[in-house]
C-alpha cells in the first residue's frame, strides 16, 4: 500500500493542525495505523496508532489530550488532530501502516510508510 501524508505547515505556538494520511489501496481497513515523527538529529518517534476499525487508540505520552489520531475507512484516510501545538512539535510527520491486529510504539513493526510532511512551529 502506498501511503501520502499532508497537511504540514508552519505555525506559531499554540495553534492547530490537521494531518492527513490516504492510502492506495481500497484494503486500508486491514491495517492498523500510526503515525511517528522525526526531528533533526534525533531518532523517528512514535506518536499516535489506531486500530483497524478505529476503536482503540494509543497515544506517546506528549501527545496525549492534545493530539487526536482518527480514521475514515470508506476515504482510505487516517487523521493526526494536533492542537496546543509547540516548537518542540517541530518535526516530519509520517504516516505507517502495518498488517498487525495491534498497536505498536516502535517503527520496525510498520511495513509501510508515506514520505512525511514537515511541521514547523515558532515560538
Known amino acids: 500500500v502506498q501511503l501520502q501524508a499532508f497537511g504540514g505547515g508552519l505555525v506559531q505556538a499554540g495553534d492547530s493542525l490537521r494531518l492527513s494520511c490516504t492510502a492506495s489501496r481500497r484494503t486500508f481497513s486491514w491495517y492498523t495505523m500510526g503515525w511517528f515523527r522525526q526531528a533533526p538529529g534525533k531518532e523517528r518517534e512514535f506518536v499516535a496508532g489506531?486500530?483497524?476499525?478505529?476503536?482503540?487508540?494509543t497515544y506517546a505520552e506528549f501527545a496525549k489530550g492534545r493530539f487526536t489520531i482518527s480514521r475514515d475507512n470508506a476515504k482510505d484516510t487516517t487523521y493526526l488532530e494536533m492542537n496546543t501545538l509547540r516548537p518542540e512539535d517541530t518535526a516530519v510527520y509520517y504516516c505507517?501502516?502495518?498488517?498487525?491486529?495491534?498497536?505498536?510504539?516502535?517503527?520496525?513493526?510498520?511495513?509501510?510508510w508515506g514520505r512525511g510532511t514537515q511541521v514547523t512551529v515558532s515560538s
Open positions: 505507517a501502516a502495518t498488517t498487525s491486529s495491534s498497536i505498536y510504539a516502535v517503527a520496525h513493526i510498520y511495513d509501510y
Open positions: 489506531i486500530r483497524r476499525n478505529g476503536g482503540v487508540t
